[in-house]
């Protein structure tokens, strides 16, 4: 019996592995980019509350582990998302794993195997399962406390940034959103919960559609306070080109093109971006 479950199993990870190599993927890497610099920003914005004492330790731990597994997310999503070198390549690696994945998991099996092993126990992991819900708790507490100070304050826009990136790392985007709407006028001047608030937007939109509305005029505004964003040319310059504005998206992205160095993965992504542009 465990030799029949040995091959099943064997035969899903095997197809797992094989059917991304024999069809092509279309990569999005503008989004993977995009969110991993959001996520990085939040670590840092983590650290300056925990200086300021908006967040205590407890509270900045746990939402710093709430950020790093959405690094993780995004940094997984874009390598499966990477498109495949070649087919014939493609259908070389597959022949590869196809026959040398079993070959090589029945062979080590049978030397280093021990069927007989029992599982780990569910109350090994008992501690740990703890203490992540206690932090998530001790973070929604804290969440809740800021919100109702915010019922008595309407008029404190960054806390209602801080509020916004907070219920996002809890992964509460529609409240995060309602968050980020009070802040922007309370934050004229501020580029950084702009970017921000794109992220959760950003997040929440399906694969491969079209940048809607709010999220193009936040990152105008962005670009507004700063032309010179990397961000907010990126983005605002791929807005252009889906709305059909083909001069003003080669515009933006040719400065933001000039500002990065040649031969980095970030200069080959925009030129790459240009080069797709249709008049």
Request: aromatic share 6%.
């Amino acid at each position: 019996m465990i030799w029949i479950a040995s091959a099943l199993l064997t035969a899903v990870v095997v197809a797992v592995i094989v059917l991304p190599l024999l069809r092509r993927r279309e990569a999005q890497p503008a989004r993977a980019a995009y969110d991993l610099a959001v996520y990085k920003d939040q670590l840092v914005e983590i650290d300056r509350d925990l200086e300021r004492g908006v967040l205590t330790g407890d509270q900045a731990g746990a939402a710093r582990i709430e950020v790093q597994r959405r690094l993780l997310s995004v940094a997984e999503a874009a390598k499966a998302a990477a498109p495949a070198a070649g087919s014939r390549r493609s259908v070389a690696a597959a022949l590869v794993i196809i026959v040398g994945v079993p070959a090589l998991s029945f062979g080590l099996y049978s030397l280093l195997g021990s069927p007989n092993l029992p599982d780990q126990p569910y109350a090994a992991r008992a501690a740990r399962i703890r203490t992540e819900k206690e932090q998530a708790a001790e973070l929604q507490s804290m969440v809740d406390r800021l919100a109702a100070r915010l019922a008595q304050h309407p008029d404190d826009g960054q806390g209602w940034a801080l509020l916004g990136r907070s219920q996002a790392v809890l992964g509460q985007a529609d409240k995060a959103e309602d968050a980020y709407e009070k802040a922007l006028p309370l934050l004229p001047g501020n580029i950084q919960v702009r970017l921000d608030y794109a992220a959760v937007l950003l997040d929440e939109l399906p694969d491969g559609a079209p940048f809607p509305p709010r999220f193009v005029s936040v990152m105008k505004e962005a670009l507004a306070i700063d032309g010179e964003n990397p961000k907010a040319l990126f983005f605002v310059g791929l807005a252009e080109a889906q709305a059909g504005h083909p001069a003003a998206a080669r515009a933006l992205l040719t400065k933001l093109l000039a500002k990065l160095p040649p031969g980095s993965p970030e200069y080959a992504q925009v030129e790459a971006q240009i080069k797709q542009i249709k008049e």
